[in-house]
């Protein structure tokens, strides 16, 4: 059974640079073709795409984030990871990660990992 | 960007059927746009209905079903339950990559 957890600081800084990693259990992230993913979702409100990186390394970004994200992938550690810059209290949300088929099917995700941007 | 729009809110009485569509501001959504369906309750992680417009997540009940209805991406829950109550949102594949979700819609069971 695939399992995904987040890790990361809680706390960030305004204007600093957010760091999360999501920790894959039950398979190896290089093995098959699958889509590592971030999704965050603030308080209250609705679930934001936030970008992909392929099993290959290739990434997609929401255009509306890409100038400040990057997801890289650590297969040593079975780790995949997000990093945002320039962060402001907009990014408060729970940050969450899932794997996706090449069907669209997101069919692993972890139980997401909440980031407040405060001073 | 595209906007996916869903419905706000929606009430169902039990044993009621109750249709959530999601819809694109692009044009007519269509199984290209490989629409999937989740359910989320406060303080959960979201939970995969239906992926690929009508194709059931292991476990799901048959009472949830998808399709295309008309321009719009469509869920159906037949036969509404009280745990049924949740916030359901919808993405949709944009191409090039991107995923866009909908602003979700909270069902009320009563």
């Known amino acids: 059974q695939v399992q995904l957890q987040e890790s990361g600081p809680g706390l960030v800084k305004p204007s600093q640079t957010l760091s999360l990693t999501c920790t894959v259990s039950g398979g190896s992230i290089s093995s098959g073709s699958y889509y590592w993913s971030w999704i965050r979702q603030p308080a209250g409100k609705g679930l934001e795409w936030i970008g992909r990186m392929y099993t290959s390394g290739s990434t997609n970004y929401n255009p509306s984030l890409k100038s400040r994200v990057t997801i890289s992938v650590d297969t040593s550690k079975n780790q995949f990871s997000l990093k945002m810059s320039s962060v402001t209290a907009a990014d408060t949300a729970v940050y969450y990660c899932?794997?996706?088929?090449?069907?669209?099917?997101?069919?692993?995700w972890g139980q997401g990992t909440l980031v407040t941007v405060s001073s | 960007q595209t906007v996916v729009t869903q419905e706000p809110s929606f009430s169902v009485s039990p044993g009621g059927t109750v249709t959530v569509t999601c819809g694109a501001s692009?044009?007519?959504?269509?199984?290209?746009?490989?629409p999937s369906w989740f359910q989320q309750t406060p303080g959960q992680a979201p939970r995969t209905l239906i992926y690929?417009?009508?194709t059931r997540s292991s476990g799901v009940p048959d009472r949830f079903s998808g399709s295309i209805l008309g321009n719009k991406a469509a869920l159906t829950i037949t036969g509404a339950q009280a745990d049924d109550e949740s916030d359901y949102y919808c993405v949709l594949y944009m191409g090039g990559g991107v995923w866009v979700f909908g602003g979700g819609t909270k069902l009320t069971v009563l």
């Open positions: 690929n417009t009508n």
């Open positions: 692009s044009g007519s959504v269509s199984t290209s746009y490989y």
């Open positions: 899932a794997r996706v088929t090449g069907g669209g099917y997101y069919d692993y």
